[in-house]
């Protein structure tokens, strides 16, 4: 049984940092893709970032347009955790947000089987 289990979230001001963890456990792979999701209040679920499993020992990563250049995602193999790095937050970054992998390797930005309890981040103005 896939187990996730976000941490991290908070309230901070416009401009300041968060950083985001998800921790996996119950994966029958030793290395596979990992990706957040977010949903702000009246809105649909959205991909942010991934982490995704290439061959030859090593990740790539994935970022929706609207977070590339603040946001940072990577993962600590060892530990199976993922990490989010989000630098000048702003109020519009305001949702909780979502660990997510699929009972495979990949996790499509559709989203994977797997969903974590998510973790609120509030950005005030």
């Known amino acids: 049984q896939v187990q996730l289990v976000e941490s991290g979230g908070g309230l901070v001001q416009t401009g300041e940092s968060l950083r985001l963890s998800c921790v996996a456990s119950g994966h029958t792979s030793e290395h596979f893709d990992m990706a957040w999701f977010r949903q702000a209040p009246g809105k649909e679920r959205e991909f942010v970032a991934a982490?995704?499993?290439?061959?030859?020992?090593?990740?790539?990563?994935d970022y929706a347009a609207f977070v590339r250049g603040r946001f940072t995602v990577f993962k600590d193999n060892g530990k199976k955790t993922m990490y989010l790095q989000m630098n000048n937050l702003k109020p519009e970054d305001t949702a909780v947000y979502y660990c997510n992998v699929d009972s495979g390797l990949r996790v499509p930005r559709e989203g994977g089987a797997y969903w974590g309890r998510g973790t609120q981040v509030t950005v005030s103005s």
């Open positions: 982490v995704r499993w290439r061959s030859g020992r090593t990740y790539s990563t």
